[in-house]
């Protein structure tokens, strides 16, 4: 088995880290090689969304009302009652982490059933949700375009995919610059009328990898950017089953916001090539600047024959 890769992070902070891994990791090869194993039981870990509090009194410059999105949205959407978030400072999000001073903290809740609606919050500002009853979601996607540095909100709209088609969001979508950062969060039902063009839309042009499952009455949240290299970590989604429910259970994506939304990391796998810079760990070209070079190779065990596993963690073996 052969691990070959960039890892993306801050260098200095990095490094030790994942050399105290990869020393743990060739114990593990070294006593597997030596014929000992050991089974452990899977741990059962929900990535459900739990019922969350309600913030007391967000302050007015922490939230940005957005009521019908652009003056060509067409009819407003619908005024629905306003999901509660958890209890903690409002430029939080209503979440715990703390962020580093280049990140942002975000949250983002998918609508559930018919009944409560989805939340949009970055920067400590909420943009769909919160308790103004002054924010409005509508049936379908929802959607908030801000500026590649995160800083300024550009655009927003509804898009109702179970009464009208996809073409007008297909439209919107392609006017959107590159850079820009697209936030989503479904309600009700967002699947109906979704055509595979505006699925590979969202896949190609913002890097999701979970729309295609996106089914009728499903939920899904998502952060993208327009031309990223790669694929957005940044989403959630949840599918409806009938014979489980009347709709699917409410998802959910929080934590620090890092940009570019997308980050490509290389991955090969194959031995050490030894006419490579060492300093490459047997890529045959660069990693990016800001990341470092990772080669694992676990050992083998054939016969009378020992293979004893290899480990180089940027340029060190």
């Known amino acids: 088995m052969i691990l070959k890769m960039c890892l993306c992070g801050r260098r200095r902070s990095s490094v030790t880290v994942i050399k105290l891994l990869a020393l743990l990791s060739v114990f593990v090869l070294l006593y597997y090689i030596h014929g000992k194993s050991s089974t452990y039981p899977a741990d059962q870990i929900s990535d459900k969304i739990h019922v969350v509090e309600k913030v007391d009194n967000p302050a007015d410059e922490n939230v940005v009302a957005v009521a019908g999105g652009d003056e060509d949205a067409g009819a407003a959407p619908v005024k629905l009652p306003v999901p509660p978030v958890v209890s903690v400072p409002n430029n939080k999000c209503g979440i715990t982490e703390m962020c580093r001073s280049t990140e942002k903290v975000f949250h983002l809740i998918s609508g559930e059933s018919q009944e409560r609606t989805p939340t949009i919050c970055l920067d400590g500002k909420f943009f769909i949700g919160g308790d103004n009853p002054e924010l409005y979601a509508g049936r379908g996607m929802n959607l908030i375009v801000v500026d590649k540095e995160a800083n300024k909100v550009l655009k927003a709209r509804n898009f109702d995919l179970y009464m009208f088609d996809d073409g007008e969001m297909i439209a919107w979508l392609k006017s959107l610059g590159n850079g820009d950062i697209l936030m989503v969060a479904t309600f009700d039902d967002a699947a109906r009328q979704l055509t595979a063009e505006t699925r590979e839309i969202l896949k190609k042009d913002f890097g999701s990898t979970k729309i295609d499952d996106l089914n009728f009455r499903g939920n899904w949240v998502f952060i993208g950017q327009k031309g990223i290299s790669g694929s957005s970590s940044y989403e959630n989604i949840e599918l409806f089953n009938s014979e489980v429910s009347e ?16 980050r490509e990391q290389h991955k090969v796998d194959g031995s050490i090539d030894e006419s490579v810079p060492t300093s490459k760990c047997g890529f045959s070209e660069s990693c990016p600047e800001d990341t470092i070079a990772f080669n694992v190779i676990s050992g083998s065990h054939v016969g009378n024959q020992k293979v004893l596993p290899s480990v180089c963690i940027d340029g060190d073996m």
């Open 247 to 262: 709709w699917a259970l409410q998802t959910s994506i929080h934590g620090c916001l890092t940009l570019p939304v997308g």
